[in-house]
């Protein structure tokens, strides 16, 4: 395939997952919480210290995909959320990387079958194509990027 592709999970806890270009396959989840001491916006500084030290490790970045969440939780989810999407956007632009936002109904229905599938569901989902998540948001990154692989690994 030879292309580098980030798929993320974006949230306070940011699952991630990463095809690099001989294949090799990384990933997790990222805490971006902030503590007591800090303003709001460090979150989104550490964030993209965070990604560009995946860009550098991965040596490049060919496709960025994130999960597009139409209706959240709460406004605090909301509201970090339209942060992180903003932040890496901007990145992505400055970087010149092209990113797609993916709606979350596809990314599940691809992993599961179906749209409305919740996080017990993804994560056995991710257990059955041979991965080991380290939690719901690893697994839907996971599901994103198998689905990115699907559509040819290009933008």
Not at 61 to 74: A, T
Request: glycine share 12%.
């Amino acid at each position: 395939m030879n292309t580098s592709i980030l798929a993320l999970d974006l949230g306070t806890t940011t699952g991630w997952a990463l095809v690099s270009r001989d294949g090799l396959l990384d990933g997790g989840s990222e805490s971006f919480k902030t503590t007591r001491f800090e303003g709001g916006g460090l979150r989104y500084l550490r964030f993209k210290r965070w990604l560009t030290d995946i860009k550098q490790c991965a040596d490049g970045l060919d496709w960025v995909v994130f999960e597009e969440v139409r209706r959240h939780m709460g406004v605090d989810a909301a509201h970090a959320y339209g942060g992180f999407m903003a932040h890496l956007t901007a990145w992505c632009e400055h970087h010149q990387i092209p990113y797609q936002g993916v709606p979350v109904g596809t990314i599940k229905k691809h992993a599961t079958g179906k749209g409305n599938a919740g996080k017990a569901e993804m994560m056995a989902a991710a257990k059955v194509r041979g991965f080991d998540p380290v939690d719901d948001n690893h697994a839907d990154a996971l599901a994103l990027l198998d689905w990115a692989m699907a559509q040819g690994g290009v933008a």
